[in-house]
């Protein structure tokens, strides 16, 4: 008798009550455990109608063919080119899923590049957009359906020409986040291996510094330095006037290199690019200018930007010298492309309306600090243009702001002196007062603290807990009793400082030769 279920002779075979038919043990459990019902009748069915029959043992008889040698020859031979065939199969589909995961792969690089191709064609679209935008000064409005033109001239009813649009600004895009934070980490583990340089000025030098030269650079009739910068790689330096100029001086020669002309209001801000021959300079009259050297010391201006409504006050420089930010009375301020001069992206404070007076990036160039007239310090994220940091404490008009070297500290000045605060625990931790304190600097290396006010002052430079001593008082020798921006000259070896006089003049050792041929350079002029 064979089982019901399998059709091979039972080894425990049991019997059903109901149907009479012979099961497997084991195989008519499992069933009715996950069925309840007789596997071929279909009629219901419990273990109790199951009753096991005894029989003797069964002993399966051998298969032929494996009765002899030569029969499990056969056998083994047919399972070796079964598993041969199984073999050749798995590797045919193997090929095949490589074949088609390769072209797969080819489809998505094709489609990344696209994806690619296609951005970058359309930020260019969005710059020359803009470039378009930008040299368009005007655009009419709607002219009404019953405007009508009398003689060749335009009816009483017919509408004014009237300013253009909100510009179009088309943000920071992915890649240029991406090249920041590059910038950012590169300058961050630069910054860890940082040392003092041996051609740093020592404290002693700092004390001996005199006065050693005195340069007319502007204009008598509306004397005033606003701001200055200073190119280390070639010791140039570059002033705005109140006279609406920018200077360009040679120091080591005492020779004025280029007048930079074309502004229409006094020159508020200026800045070298890198070690480039870029120079930007913001103004009163709304306006950010880009001037490059064409040749012969002639500066000529590339790019005029008009982003502006109000006075701008501030431009700083991203540590890539490939960008740089504006910040305006207007309660913005913008992210520009260098070498387009596209603004990227137009920035304003939702939460209050503040008009910004002073900007500086951080050294690593991902933090934006920016003071305001409403005696705030705010910091800005680059990367998400988000306002992610708040200082208040300052009475009146913050006017410069300076980040040291190391990152940890930013420098901040207004009517009530100077302010350091740390920016690992957004707090402030040091005051000086200071009368008709106008700018503050620290010097490249991050060891000395620059402040112009009614007289200029030199800090050396400590950590949160430390004393940050008094070097250095130089008088202010203009005698309007307001110096309005000092810097440091490379290695701290001289500082340049600008009043409301016409005149820049130089700090330094007595007796230094390169001082000496300025002083000449001045006497003579």
């Known amino acids: 008798m064979n089982c019901a279920i399998s059709g091979e002779v039972p080894e425990e075979p049991v019997v059903s009550t109901k149907s009479g038919l012979l099961f497997e043990r084991r195989l008519i459990e499992r069933h009715i455990s996950d069925y309840g019902k007789c596997p071929v009748t279909g009629e219901p069915l419990t273990l109790d109608d199951v009753v096991p029959i005894k029989t003797g043992k069964v002993i399966k008889p051998k298969p032929v063919h494996t009765a002899s040698i030569p029969g499990l ?303 705030v310090v705010k910091i800005w994220d680059v990367k998400s243009q988000a306002n992610v940091a708040k200082f208040d404490g300052h009475t009146g008009e913050v006017t410069s702001i300076s980040f040291s070297e190391n990152g940890y500290f930013l420098a901040t000045v207004a009517e009530d002196g100077v302010r350091l605060w740390d920016l690992r625990k957004l707090r402030n931790f040091k005051s000086f007062s200071s009368a008709n304190a106008n700018s503050v600097e620290f010097d490249p290396s991050g060891s000395y603290l620059g402040v112009a006010a009614s007289d200029i002052r030199v800090y050396q430079t400590a950590s949160v807990k430390a004393e940050w001593n008094l070097i250095k008082t130089l008088p202010d020798l203009s005698g309007t009793g307001k110096a309005t921006c000092v810097k440091f000259g490379p290695d701290a070896q001289y500082v340049a400082v600008g009043s409301m006089d016409h005149n820049l003049r130089i700090f330094g050792l007595p007796g230094d030769q390169t001082a000496n041929a300025e002083e000449d350079s001045a006497q003579d002029s």
Not at 76 to 101: C, I, K, V
Not at 117 to 140: F, G, M, N, S, T
């Open 73 to 375: 020859l056969g056998t083994f031979q047919n399972e070796w080119d079964g598993l041969m065939l199984s073999n050749y199969a798995l590797e045919q589909q193997l090929h095949t899923a490589r074949q088609e995961l390769s072209h797969a792969l080819y489809q998505h690089d094709s489609a990344c590049r696209v994806i690619a191709r296609l951005k970058k064609e359309r930020d260019e679209a969005r710059q020359l957009l803009a470039e378009v935008e930008r040299h368009i000064p005007a655009a009419p409005e709607a002219v009404t359906a019953n405007a009508a033109l009398s003689n060749g001239k335009r009816a009483a009813g017919d509408v004014e020409m009237v300013p253009d649009a909100k510009k179009l600004c088309p943000g920071i895009s992915t890649e240029i986040i991406t090249e920041l934070t590059d910038c950012n980490a590169a300058l961050s583990q630069k910054r860890k291996k940082r040392q003092i340089p041996e051609t740093l000025a020592s404290i002693d030098s700092l004390e001996r510094f005199t006065q050693l030269s005195s340069h007319p650079l502007h204009k008598t009739n509306k004397p005033g330095i606003c701001s200055m910068d200073i190119l280390h790689s070639k010791d140039v330096i570059v002033t705005g006037g109140v006279d609406t100029t920018a200077v360009i001086f040679d120091r080591p020669s005492g020779q004025i290199l280029s007048t930079l002309t074309g502004h229409s209001k006094k020159v508020t801000s200026v800045k070298f690019v890198g070690d480039s021959d870029l120079v930007l300079t913001a103004s009163a009259d709304k306006t950010v200018r880009i001037w490059r050297d064409s040749g012969d010391r002639n500066y000529a201006c590339g790019h005029t930007l008009n982003d502006h409504s109000a006075e701008v006050r501030a431009v700083t420089v991203h540590a890539t010298n490939k960008y740089f930010v504006s910040a305006s009375l207007d309660s913005t301020w913008c992210f520009y492309d260098l070498s387009s001069g596209l603004c990227l992206a137009k920035v304003t404070d939702d939460s209050e309306k503040v008009d910004y007076t002073a900007a500086a990036f951080h050294p690593d160039g991902l933090i934006l600090g920016t003071g305001t007239s409403q005696s």
